[in-house]
């Protein structure tokens, strides 16, 4: 799809980070954009950012929407039907997602299944409400975000990450599947997954948030100490640590996340953007990601072997 003007697109967790910057971008040049979110004061201070930028003429919508819940996903989609008086939609960015959910054998069961819910569930229920939008279209992408963690199930030795690996997993599978099936039955549709390295968004903070996490000065203590053990795993001297710089440091983790990254939020949506344009299937966004899908092709015996590819290969970009 060489532009975007004119169009109808989809953002799904359009509140902050890449998919605020997806909106703001695509209304700079003229796509009209329908984006929901669990947060209405994010989205709508989205919406503010994005009017804007944008020509006259182009219709920004916000709704509120919990993808991981089909019925209001229907609701949702019916919304964009209704106020941008459409039959069709001609991209959709499945965009929302949260971390959580480490631990399949010592984790919190519900932790997981939200975390799934929405990484895997929310790709599921808006491609299955959107998707016949798109073949309603003359022109139209399916643009899912799965993670370097779709083609590596890891963080590094020490630390389980299974949840969140599951469903991005699970995105890149139905992404890949996809392909094939808009093919033989759908072939001005395209779809690509989007597999990001490290990028500086609130993800942290946010899915903390949105997981019910207690505040670091709040913490129980034998959270406090999986959190001492699993930053000791990580390599990092945790374990001489008073608690009360053990509580500092799991407070600021979310803000050395975002701010540590070697790509910003808008730098990932103008890569996945001008990987839509020249109708790419496979987007890896950061250097990060190119070196690790690199290195656990090269040897994907050693990809989970201390080694092997690591948080190391993410943080030497
Ligand atoms: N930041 C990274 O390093 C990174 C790396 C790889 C993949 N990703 C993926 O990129 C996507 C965007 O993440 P981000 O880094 O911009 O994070 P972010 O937290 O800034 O943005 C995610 C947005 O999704 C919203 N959201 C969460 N749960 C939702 C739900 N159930 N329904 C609707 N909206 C919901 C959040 O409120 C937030 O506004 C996610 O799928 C994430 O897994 C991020």
Redesign the pocket.
Same mark, same amino acid.
């Given at each position: 799809m060489e532009s975007f003007e004119g169009r109808i697109a989809v953002v =799904? /967790?359009?509140? =902050?980070?890449?998919?605020?910057?997806l909106v703001v971008q695509l209304a700079a040049e003229g796509c009209s954009v329908a984006t929901?979110?669990?947060?209405l004061d994010?989205?709508s201070e989205t919406a503010l950012r994005a009017e804007k930028e944008a020509p006259s003429g182009t219709r920004i919508t916000t709704h509120l929407?919990?993808? #991981?819940?089909e019925a209001?996903v229907l609701r949702f989609r019916d919304e964009v039907v209704a106020q941008h008086e459409t039959d069709h939609v001609n991209l959709v960015f499945?965009?929302? /997602?949260? /971390?959580g959910g480490g631990s399949f054998v010592a984790g919190k069961r519900d932790e997981w299944d939200k975390t799934f /819910?929405?990484?895997w569930g929310?790709v599921y229920n808006c491609s299955r409400a959107f998707v016949p939008l798109l073949v309603a279209s003359d022109d139209g992408y399916l643009v899912n =975000?799965? #993670?370097?963690?779709g083609f590596w199930a890891s963080l590094g030795p020490g630390v389980p990450h299974t949840a969140?690996s599951a469903a991005?997993f699970a995105v890149k599978g139905l992404s890949e599947a996809l392909i094939e099936d808009f093919r033989v039955n759908a072939p001005h549709v395209k779809v690509a997954v989007?597999?990001?390295?490290?990028?500086? =968004?609130?993800?942290?903070?946010? #899915?903390r948030k949105?997981l019910g996490a207690a505040e670091p000065t709040e913490m129980p203590q034998d959270e406090l100490d999986e959190f001492r053990a699993s930053f000791a795993r990580r390599g990092m001297p945790a374990d001489g640590m008073s608690d009360d710089d053990l509580r500092n440091l799991i407070g600021m983790f979310g803000q050395m996340?975002r701010d540590s990254?070697p790509v910003s939020?808008a730098q990932?949506a103008t890569i996945i953007l001008e990987g839509v344009r020249r109708g790419d299937w496979r987007i890896l966004?950061g250097d990060d990601?190119h070196a690790l899908d690199e290195a656990v092709r090269a040897d994907p015996h050693k990809a989970y072997e201390a080694g092997g590819p690591g948080l190391s290969t993410l943080m030497r970009q």
């Open positions: =799904t /967790g359009g509140g =902050t980070g890449m998919g605020r910057e929901c979110d669990i947060t994010n989205v929407c919990d993808v #991981s819940d209001q499945n965009n929302a /997602g949260i /971390g /819910g929405v990484c929310g =975000t799965s #993670s370097v963690n969140y991005k989007v597999m990001p390295g490290h990028i500086g =968004t609130d993800i942290v903070i946010n #899915s949105i996340f990254a939020a990932a966004v990601a």
